[in-house]
Nanobody, 120 residues
Framework: VQLQASGGGLVQAGGSLRLSCAAS?????MGWFRQAPGKEREFVAR????????YYADSVKGRFTISGDAAKNTVYLQMNILTPEDTAVYYC?????????????????WGQGTLVTVSS
């Protein structure tokens, strides 16, 4: 499965961005992770298609919304009320029904990453 992410860019604090990620094949779950400069990659959100459930990191809960179209193997991340702390390279990922969904180890396929920069 290949993943193609898009939608990153530069936005002012308080603004919004929408990321998209298209998968070339069917997956059980898709998620978003991010990696800020000098920090480890961290979980952001995930969606599990078969049970239609979503899960978020506490740091983005209430501001970010993950959604998607299972038929199109496409996932979106709507990011609102962005802060400079959200600045990072955002990666979409896809995987099967195993492992802890907030762990990068649960995902087998990764996109190339898209940069989100939030200015203060």
């Amino acid at each position: 499965v290949q993943l193609q992410a898009s939608g990153g860019g530069l936005v002012q604090a308080g603004g919004s961005l929408r990321l998209s990620c298209a998968a070339s094949g069917r997956t059980y779950r898709m998620g978003w992770f991010r990696q800020a400069p000098g920090k480890e990659r961290e979980f952001v959100a995930r969606i599990s298609w078969s049970i239609a459930s979503t899960y978020y990191a506490d740091s983005v809960k209430g501001r970010f919304t993950i959604s998607g179209d299972a038929a199109k193997n496409t996932v979106y991340l709507q990011m609102n009320i962005l802060t400079p702390e959200d600045t990072a390279v955002y990666y979409c990922a896809a995987g099967g029904p195993r492992g802890i969904s907030a762990s990068a180890n649960a995902y087998d396929f990764w996109g190339q990453g898209t940069l989100v920069t939030v200015s203060s």
